[in-house]
């Protein structure tokens, strides 16, 4: 006996036979095939039946599987990216650190996901993209059109430039000098929100990689304060200035990483704004195996705050 092709119900595949839906809907196969292949004839409450019955299939056929999650995020989170997550969450990671979230995207429609986290520019290129999913899309930090999501996660990247530069005014507070700022692709929110408080009266130099700090320490003397939007780099930064025979008065950087926390605790950084990226991933994995009939309970967004380390209460390790 031949097996059966899967169904196509309003040009979503099925794996279920029609006699399984059947017995699930309480219906003969009969009256299942008229409702799947749409030829009429049927009560609306009978067709409703053979829907459900689907949807209880997906349900139970998601329960008890390890589902795929694909992660599309910004190069510079590799090294944010959490050793696991919990253990009793039945979902594997597939990271796609990219600095093209559209082509990683529409390489995950053509993959088999069960659901995609995904932190990107709010484009309408990357809503387009999103929108040709066929599966739940999770937004972190960066929050798209809400019909093209479930739900949100993470921090406000607007709100953590503004809460770098609060920093950096306070520290400063009435001297003059500049900022430099090491920006980079993915930052553009963390800079417009560091933009809004900063003080009019500074001026920000800004670069979009730590080579290019060197160079510019030589033609400027100015610039008495760094800001690092985005995550690595920090040592670098703190190298071109030592080269320079320079001193800053305030460094704020983002990232909690190997090179960063060395820095904050030798002082080098006065603050660093961290996200607890594996609690924004597993809020996010929820949200997922809910909408995939994995978990019980409704779907919620999660925004957080971005946390200040100081050297005063870093972590051990």
Known sequence: ????KPIILYGVKHPYRIQEIATRAGLSPATVDRVLHRRGGVRESTANQVHQAIADLDRESSTGRTLTVDLV???????????????????????????????????????????????????????????????????????????????????????????AAYLVEQWLHDRAGDVLVVGGAGTQERIAGFRSVLGPARRRHTVTDPDRVRPTLAWTHTVRAVYAPRSGGCAEVVAAFAAEDRN???????????????????????????????????????????AQGALPGPIRSHPAVVQVITPFNAPVS
């Open 1 to 4: 006996m031949q097996p059966q």
């Open 73 to 163: 995020l910004p190069r510079e989170f590799g090294a944010e990216m959490p050793a696991g997550l919990d253990p009793e969450l039945p979902v594997q990671l597939r990271p796609h650190l990219t600095d093209d979230p559209v082509g990683a995207l529409d390489q995950v429609a053509r993959s088999r996901s069960d659901g995609v986290i995904v932190l990107a520019p709010p484009l309408p290129e990357v809503a387009d993209a999103v929108g040709r999913l066929d599966v739940p899309v999770v937004t972190l930090n960066v929050d798209l059109p809400v019909g093209k999501r479930i739900a949100h996660v993470g921090v406000d990247d607007f709100e953590a430039g503004a809460t």
């Open 248 to 290: 800053y008065d305030v460094f704020v950087a983002h990232g909690l990483d190997r090179d960063s926390l060395a820095l904050l605790r030798a002082q080098r950084i006065n603050a660093v704004l961290h996200q607890d990226l594996g609690a924004d991933l597993r809020h996010g994995c929820r949200a997922i195996l809910r």
